[in-house]
């Protein structure tokens, strides 16, 4: 069974950094693509950034220049750096992976982590 470990969130001031890591455990044939979203309290959930098997990399543009998102493939595991952290960045994230599986064949499937909170605030 296929699982999305999440670690790395937490409390920090305006203008700290983060660093976000999830590990993608289980059966797990190949990766096509992870990525990071958050939802903030009262809003829909966002794509943060997302990362391709060939390290092709899309960011939301609130992000850009502040996050990078990065994959160490040999571990099936993505990293957020956070950095020049704002309170808006407030979020619940949430790790996302695109996969197959020995028994899905060329099938794709969609997993998400547990979600772990991210709080910028003096």
């Known amino acids: 069974q296929v699982q999305l470990v999440e670690s790395g969130g937490g409390l920090v001031q305006p203008g700290g950094s983060l660093r976000l890591s999830c590990a993608a455990t289980?059966?797990?044939?190949?990766?096509?693509?992870m990525g990071w979203y958050r939802q903030a309290p009262g809003k829909q959930r966002e794509l943060v950034a997302a990362i391709t098997s060939g390290n092709s990399t899309n960011y939301a543009d609130s992000v850009k220049g502040r996050f990078t998102i990065s994959r160490e493939n040999a571990k099936n595991t993505v990293y957020l750096q956070m950095n020049f952290l704002k309170p808006e960045d407030t979020a619940v994230y949430y790790c996302n992976a695109v996969l197959s599986t020995p028994t899905s064949g060329l099938r794709r499937y969609q997993y998400w982590g547990q979600g772990t909170q991210v709080t910028v605030s003096s």
């Open positions: 289980g059966s797990i044939t190949s990766i096509y693509a």
